[in-house]
């Protein structure tokens, strides 16, 4: 059975400071991690990292896949309020499957 | 505008109703999936179609059922044999899974059991 963990499950921190989420993987057939973003409704999609692209950069925000390791993190630096939202990380499969973490929630304090 | 749209956006049901969640899409995509979120455990998935007219089942299909004749619709209806349906729903699209495995998420559905 196919399995996506994230750490830690929830973290406060100040604006302004960085903070690092993880996400390990156990897929068959992987072939991608995404990570999204949800903040109240629909999770809005972030970065898609494969072997082809294993270093994706956006702004504040930066993800890493280790396929050696079978794990990702997602960096954001100079933390805003407007980041505090759910962090979902997905390992997508050769057969058009993604299977989800439990989700980090990031609450930033100003 | 393109997009996904789900309907509605609250929805409550009374213990032995069947209910059928509405999700459209205007994107083309070939390949459209229902999750449900509880606080805590992310997105599980329920069911899948890659394709008009086929579907599979996912992780937690059990008590839910699906069609797929249109390729821009695909209802969920959440029958009274599912144990526990309180929780929020999600829809998603990809335009194809040769193409990429990003999905795009519609605004979900709510659904309490009174």
């Known amino acids: 059975e196919d399995k996506v963990v994230q750490s830690p499950l929830s973290l406060v921190v100040h604006e302004g400071d960085t903070v690092t989420l993880n996400c390990s993987y156990e897929?068959?057939?992987?072939?991608?991690l995404l990570w999204y973003k949800q903040e109240k409704k629909a999770p809005t999609f972030l970065f898609m990292l494969t072997s082809s692209g294993i270093e994706k950069k956006s702004g504040r925000l930066s993800s890493i896949l280790d396929k050696k390791e079978l794990s990702s993190i997602l960096n954001i630096t100079a933390t805003q309020t407007g980041d505090s939202a759910i962090y979902l990380c997905a390992g997508g499969t050769s057969y058009g499957k993604l299977t989800f973490g439990q989700g980090t929630i990031l609450t930033v304090h100003p | 505008d393109g997009g996904i749209t789900q309907s509605p956006k609250y929805l409550f049901r009374k213990e032995g109703q069947n209910v059928t969640l509405s999700c459209e899409q205007n994107?083309?995509?070939?390949?459209m999936y229902w999750y449900r979120q509880d606080p805590g455990q992310g997105l599980r998935l329920i069911y899948y179609s890659q394709i008009v007219n086929d579907f599979q089942k996912g992780d937690i299909a059990e008590g839910y059922s699906v069609s797929r004749e249109k390729k821009e619709s695909f209802p969920l209806t959440v029958t009274s044999a599912q144990k526990n349906p309180t929780a929020f729903y999600l829809c998603a699209s990809n335009p194809g899974t040769g193409i990429t495995d990003t999905q795009y998420f519609g605004p979900g559905t709510r659904l309490t059991v009174l």
């Open positions: 897929v068959t057939n992987f072939r991608s």
């Open positions: 994107l083309n995509h070939d390949a």
